[in-house]
């Protein structure tokens, strides 16, 4: 049995992920998980999107859905309340009072867009526009992005932090400045990456991030987290003995755990 925290899950609410959030931690029982954490898709600040994240309304019932949870199963298993918030640049200060408006455990900040483009969106028409990008200009906004995301001091995780490869599409440029630039700023301001073990469910095959960038973040001290991104209750926890392999092979030898927006304690691998 792997006892890992699992921090990375959706629930109904987002409009594309089914289970109780009941069966979500009777999964993450069944397999021996002491900690775990609902992280759902928080609402876009700029527009309203249905279908990709909860929409403002539904906040106080995720809230009290997750608390819910939490307390019936208090004895068992500790269930943290996070949200995954996207980075909108120039919309800092309306995420911050999202973020800020209940005592979320952490936030995972997640870039799904570039231009307003959701470059990881599986709909076929819009996965035509990697025909019209260059693929290394993808992979090159997508760091800045995620440096951006890390300044803004809104997040405590960054999400799955080489989502463009999630289709298959590999930068034909060497990309190691940029990630260790990134893993730089990561540090900097305080930020921990997760492991993603969603990435071995899509083409691409590959836990996010891949091996040789999980390397540079660890060699430049940036502390780690685990996540399913489970959107279905049957992926909790799924590939955490491929994700512990991982984070050891990359020399991590402890994760993060997190309680109101602060490290709460270090657990040792
Ligand atoms: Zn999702
Ligand atoms: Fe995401
Ligand atoms: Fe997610
Ligand atoms: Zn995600």
Known sequence: MISLA???????????ATGTPQEYVKAAMKIGLKEMGFSDHAPMVHKRMPGITMDFHQLPGYQNMIQDVQKRFA??????????????????????QMIE?????????????????AFDD??????EYWKIYN???????YY???????????????????????????????????IRSTAKVFKECGVAIEINTAGLRKLVAEIYPAPDCLKIYYQLGVPLTFGSDAHDPQDVGKD??????????????????FKQRKVERKIKL
């Open 135 to 141: 693929v290394n200009d993808v992979y090159r906004k």
């Open 240 to 257: 955490f003995d491929k994700a512990l392999d991982l984070a050891k092979s990359a020399g991590y030898t402890e994760y993060l755990i």
């Open 75 to 96: 004895s068992r298993i500790n269930i943290k309340i996070a949200l995954e918030a996207d980075f909108v640049p120039g919309y800092e200060a309306k995420t911050k």
């Open 144 to 178: 800045t992005l995620l440096r951006q995301s890390a300044k803004t001091g809104l997040f405590n995780i960054i999400g799955h932090c080489d989502l463009p490869k999630k289709f298959g599409a590999r930068a034909t440029v060497n990309l190691t400045d940029e």
């Open 6 to 16: 699992d921090y990375h899950m959706h629930t109904p609410l987002c409009g594309h």
């Open 122 to 127: 599986p709909d076929p028409a819009i996965r």
């Open 101 to 117: 408006s209940f005592p979320y455990d952490y936030i995972i900040g997640s870039v799904h867009f570039i231009d307003d483009w």
